[in-house]
């Protein structure tokens, strides 16, 4: 049996008010984790994998919490700046550096001052 690790499980916190982007990264155990969880706000999945998007909304335990799809490449084509407290990339689900330059670009424009 293999067991699929989550760094991200393992290492980000959050709170019960946070609103949380997914960015290009809705495969990843983690988006799972807060999903069954319901503990935040709000989860924003920016991503480009239309299939894994949808996966994720599918999930039963998606509907615990807030849960919207945007296309990663038009975030910020479709949403204010500062609206987000967390922001999450799993650099293993990234195409090539451009994708990871463009996420944290996108990162930078979403997060709130202090997030």
């Keep these: 049996?293999?067991?699929?690790?989550c760094l991200l499980c393992d290492t980000v916190q959050l709170d019960a008010h946070d609103?949380?982007?997914?960015?290009?990264?809705?495969?990843?155990?983690?988006?799972?984790?807060?999903?069954?969880?319901?503990?935040?706000?709000?989860?924003?999945?920016?991503?480009?994998?239309?299939?894994?998007?949808?996966?994720?909304?599918?999930?039963?335990?998606?509907?615990?919490?807030?849960?919207?799809?945007v296309a990663f490449h038009d975030y910020i084509l479709h949403h204010q700046p500062g609206t987000i407290d967390v922001a999450v990339m799993n650099l293993l689900y990234q195409s090539g550096t451009a994708w990871v330059v463009h996420g944290l670009q996108v990162a930078a424009y979403a997060l709130r001052a202090g997030g």
């Design 19 to 69: 609103s949380v982007l997914i960015l290009n990264s809705a495969p990843d155990p983690f988006t799972q984790q807060i999903a069954q969880h319901g503990n935040i706000e709000m989860m924003l999945l920016a991503e480009d994998n239309i299939a894994a998007a949808k996966a994720v909304e599918a999930s039963p335990a998606s509907r615990k919490i807030a849960l919207s799809h």
């Design 1 to 5: 049996m293999l067991l699929q690790s």
